[in-house]
């Protein structure tokens, strides 16, 4: 019979107090002394020597300046090591592949992009792991890489770690988690990109401490993630979250899912884009104008929002109507939802201006007096950039729920009796 409960013996006690001692330090985002860890954890003062010489010893935490003087000596202030190791963080997109390598305080050392076109599956993993792979030379010997995030746009097996399906890259059944276990030999966490993101935006981000909140995500396509009592809501088998795919239109355009009037098929930059190539051909933009002869097919999203800045009234209609049918879908996610902000990323973050005051109108209009009443709808902190810094909170958010478990090979354990403290400590 396997073992599915874990006693709270004293090992078990430990590694919890190590993590809240963390979590503390990581919270707090500043150096801060001894005594006021003890004052908060309500912790003894040995107790908490102990778990800092060990968190201390494992490279999650350094000494980080001397506290205010005050009568006696002086004690030394703690703080999360940015040297003790290093995360990356990846995103498979559409069209796309984008890495970052942050330190343990998640500030960014080294981050690339690659436009990947149209490429097919083979194409495209092999671009994407050479990239990882020049990622991990960028981290020197004297740092221990944590692990691996990555971000795709679709279902994903939490299980295995495979992308089950990917509607706007054509992919299905991709072994993800194994193939770059074994070809890199760290850890790795496959996730969507939209739930990535979210993460992102509740650790690093515009929603930081906040444990209601609904993140979207506009690439190719339209994803969401949603964030319930403070975690990741994922459903009965980790898929929920696909609002792209609510119908909005019974008989709207083709979506690639295979269904109809998608909300993704109304609000994402494709939507745009097509919507903006009608206007060209019509000879309706004036700025997008000199497109028409043979360039239409070649026009992209920066171009549509350079000439929304420029104001062209074209390209300010159509971009109206997708906020026309952005808010409708908001109000749909707050009344179902009830959260206390929403986040807009990727190219809806970029759009925000001239999409967001229609939106806000359709909420006014659409959503439920009392859920609305206190609901704020703000950008992405990130932008773009969301989906790879979730894709370093995936680890990073593990490493804080159990520092012992990434402890560093042949690292000294620090026993519990010990009473042992970090150099030079006093309280």
Not at 253 to 273: D, F, H, K, M, S
Request: proline content about 5%.
């Amino acid at each position: 019979m396997k073992t599915r409960y874990r006693t709270g013996d004293q090992n078990w006690v430990r590694e919890r107090n190590l993590a809240i001692v963390l979590n503390y330090l990581w919270e707090a985002g500043r150096p801060i002394s001894r005594a006021e860890i003890v004052k908060t954890s309500g912790l003894n003062k040995s107790t908490v020597g102990s778990l800092l010489t060990q968190l201390q010893a494992w490279g999650f935490v350094r000494e980080s300046g001397r506290s205010e003087p005050r009568p006696g000596r002086p004690g030394a202030l703690i703080d999360i090591d940015p040297e003790g190791g290093r995360l990356i963080g990846a995103e498979i997109g559409v069209g796309f592949i984008s890495i970052v390598v942050t330190d343990m305080k998640a500030e960014v050392v080294w981050q690339k992009k690659l436009e990947t076109g149209s490429g097919n599956q083979s194409r495209v993993l092999q671009s994407a792991e050479r990239l990882v792979q020049e990622a991990i030379s960028k981290v020197t010997r004297r740092h221990r890489l944590f692990g691996i995030g990555l971000g795709v746009p679709g279902l994903v097996d939490h299980l295995t770690g495979a992308l089950l399906f990917a509607p706007n890259l054509r992919w299905r059944d991709v072994p993800l988690r194994n193939r770059w276990t074994q070809r890199f030999g760290v850890p790795v966490i496959v996730e969507n990109e939209a739930n990535a993101a979210a993460l992102g935006e509740q650790m690093l981000g515009a929603a930081k401490g906040v444990d209601e909140f609904v993140y979207l995500s506009a690439g190719v396509g339209l994803g969401c993630g949603l964030v319930i009592g403070g975690k990741l809501y994922g459903g009965a088998g980790g898929f929920a979250g696909e609002a792209g795919h609510m119908t909005i239109v019974p008989d709207g355009p083709q979506c690639n899912c295979g269904n109809r009037g998608c909300w993704e098929t109304l609000v994402g930059p494709t939507a745009i884009v097509r919507q903006a190539r009608q206007a060209v051909a019509r000879g309706r933009s004036s700025i997008l104008l000199p497109l028409k002869s043979g360039k239409v097919d070649g026009l992209r999203m920066e171009q549509v929002l350079e000439a929304a800045g420029k104001g062209d009234p074209a390209v300010l209609e159509i971009l109206t109507g997708v906020g026309r049918y952005l808010g409708i879908g908001i109000a749909n996610m707050i009344n179902t939802f009830n959260p206390s902000l929403v986040v807009l990323g990727g190219v809806l973050s970029l759009a925000g201006p001239y999409v967001l005051p229609r939106a806000r109108q359709e909420v006014d209009a659409r959503a439920l007096a009392a859920p609305r009443k206190d609901v704020q709808i703000i950008v992405s902190a990130f932008k773009f950039d969301a989906c790879v810094m979730g894709g370093v909170s995936l680890i990073l958010r593990r490493i804080l729920s159990d520092p012992a478990a990434w402890q560093p090979r042949r690292a000294p354990v620090v026993s519990p009796e010990s009473s042992l403290v970090l150099r030079r400590s006093a309280l």
